[in-house]
């Protein structure tokens, strides 16, 4: 009985923990160089200036495809900004891709880690699995499981990761305070 209570405990910590943005040490993230769905190459070093959410996913993976809804309402409520997403799907055929691209539309960059190797590198053995990299090419954040993204204290941490003109103050700041 202890056993089975402590187990549940654990799983439930795991929930709640799953959903927190975590600080990252800032540090350089390893190389991200993978093609999308249609052959193109993309490089995390090509959007460098902006803010990149950088999700770890796989179709069979139902906490993956349930949190992906979140990041489109988050990408769109930050059209023009400098963000992007970038959904790194593992291992998994094209065809499997588009046909779940058919059924859920994802207003967001698919990639292909064909063999793993770019999950390995980023140590993403738990799907989901995200990190957000600041404008600076620097990881600020990471997040261990499914998380609603568009969730107040997550969208404005993403906000205030943005790089800002002269003219344009941090989210909740008057202008007298820039």
Known sequence: MRILLLAMLLCCATLV??????????????????????????????????????NFWATWC????????SMNRLRASLAGQ??????????????????FVEQVPL??????????????AWRARVLPMSFLVGADGRI???VVGEIDWTQGRVRSAIQEMLPRTATQPRAGLSASFR
């Open 17 to 54: 923990a799953a959903q927190e943005l975590r600080p990252w040490s800032g540090g350089a993230p390893p190389p991200l160089a993978l093609q999308d769905v249609d052959g193109r190459l993309h490089r995390l070093e090509d959007y460098r200036g902006k803010v990149v959410l950088i």
């Open 62 to 69: 139902e906490p993956c495809r349930e949190e992906m809804p």
């Open 82 to 99: 400098p963000f992007e997403v970038l959904a790194v799907n593992l291992g998994e055929s094209e065809a499997r891709i588009r046909r």
């Open 107 to 120: 207003e967001f960059t698919v990639l292909l880690d064909r063999d793993s190797s770019t999950a390995k």
């Open 140 to 142: 600020r954040y990471s």
